[in-house]
């Protein structure tokens, strides 16, 4: 197996991740550390296509003579049989504007990684080293950042105060807006209605809020609103009452009757 992957950090601050253990374990994705355990131990959970094996195990990493890096280590499945051992070596070139490093290894495995397509494999171990060494490169970053900020803070505290020998000056003082003379507001014939429309704005709301004192949130959100808002009754039909009604037909009725009854005393007289 071999690989190159470019990092915009230089070699000789990867080389510092690369000598600390424990910065090497926050640098390997997913690794979750056991309690107590050395360094670069825990479990590893590789995600393979649709498909996912969790190994727990331990790495060591140590630093050659002529500058690459070992990495030696073995895991075994936490749900099965499978195992896996490794061997690879680190090596670090500088380039422009950052540093290429180079894996190359071995690596013997059984179990149900072997179950899985060799392209997917390679393609998981890939993106595996991508992201370790993307991951070492943060840790070099975060490393010159926090050195920076240290020894800018080294610098403030050594710099010397006089040993009080110089007095603060004191601070400015503050125009105060009591003392100012403020021109007389004028007021038109505008500005006045304005004033009236916001005194009726403002009383129809402290009525509104007075007739909702100790009603409940219900007969709140259900009663209507009041003022200007108020909803414009629909007009209404006045229509006569039901006795009405029936009266003038019962008055034609007794008139016709009537009529006729005078008719029919008249022929026969």
């Known amino acids: 197996m071999e690989h190159e992957v470019f990092v915009p950090v230089p070699a000789?601050?990867?080389?510092?991740?690369?000598?600390?253990?424990?910065?090497?374990?926050?640098?390997?994705?997913?690794?979750?550390?056991?309690?107590?355990?050395?360094?670069?131990?825990?479990?590893?959970?590789?995600?393979?296509?649709?498909?996912s094996v969790t190994y727990r195990g331990a790495v060591r990493v140590s630093r050659r003579d002529d500058g690459s890096y070992a990495v030696e280590g073995e895991a075994e499945e936490s749900r099965g049989s499978g195992s896996v051992e490794?061997?690879?070596?680190?090596?670090?070139?500088?380039?422009?504007?950052?540093?290429?490093?180079?894996?190359?290894?071995?690596?013997?495995?059984?179990?149900?990684?072997?179950?899985?397509?060799?392209?997917?494999?390679?393609g998981a171990v890939t993106r595996l080293l991508n992201r370790f060494a993307e991951h070492l490169a943060t840790a070099a970053t975060q490393g010159t950042d926090d050195e920076r900020a240290g020894a800018g803070a080294g610098a403030e505290e050594q710099t010397p105060a006089d040993l009080g020998l110089?007095?603060?000056?004191?601070?400015?003082?503050?125009?105060?807006?009591?003392?100012?003379?403020?021109?007389?507001?004028?007021?038109?014939?505008?500005?006045?209605?304005?004033?009236?429309?916001?005194?009726?704005?403002?009383?129809?709301?402290?009525?509104?809020r007075r007739?909702?004192?100790?009603?409940?949130?219900?007969?709140?959100?259900?009663?209507p609103p009041r003022g200007r808002y108020a909803p414009v009754p629909a007009p209404q039909t006045v229509s006569p009452p039901a006795p009405l009604r029936w009266a003038a037909p019962a008055a034609a009725l007794a008139v016709a009757?009537?009529?006729?009854?005078?008719?029919?005393?008249r022929r026969r007289r």
């Not at 038109?188 to 403002?202: A, F, W």
């Open 12 to 51: 000789e601050r990867l080389r510092e991740v690369l000598d600390d253990p424990a910065r090497v374990a926050r640098a390997v994705p997913g690794l979750q550390q056991d309690a107590g355990a050395e360094p670069v131990a825990g479990r590893l959970k590789i995600r393979v296509g649709s498909h």
């Open 86 to 122: 490794l061997t690879l070596r680190i090596a670090l070139r500088d380039a422009e504007h950052g540093c290429t490093v180079r894996y190359d290894g071995t690596a013997s495995a059984d179990g149900r990684i072997t179950d899985l397509p060799a392209e997917a494999v390679e």
């Open 166 to 208: 110089t007095e603060e000056p004191p601070p400015p003082e503050r125009p105060s807006a009591f003392g100012a003379d403020r021109p007389a507001p004028s007021h038109g014939p505008e500005d006045e209605e304005d004033e009236e429309e916001n005194d009726e704005d403002i009383a129809e709301a402290a009525h509104a």
């Open 211 to 223: 007739t909702m004192i100790g009603r409940s949130a219900e007969e709140v959100d259900h009663a």
């Open 257 to 265: 009757s009537a009529i006729v009854a005078v008719r029919a005393l």
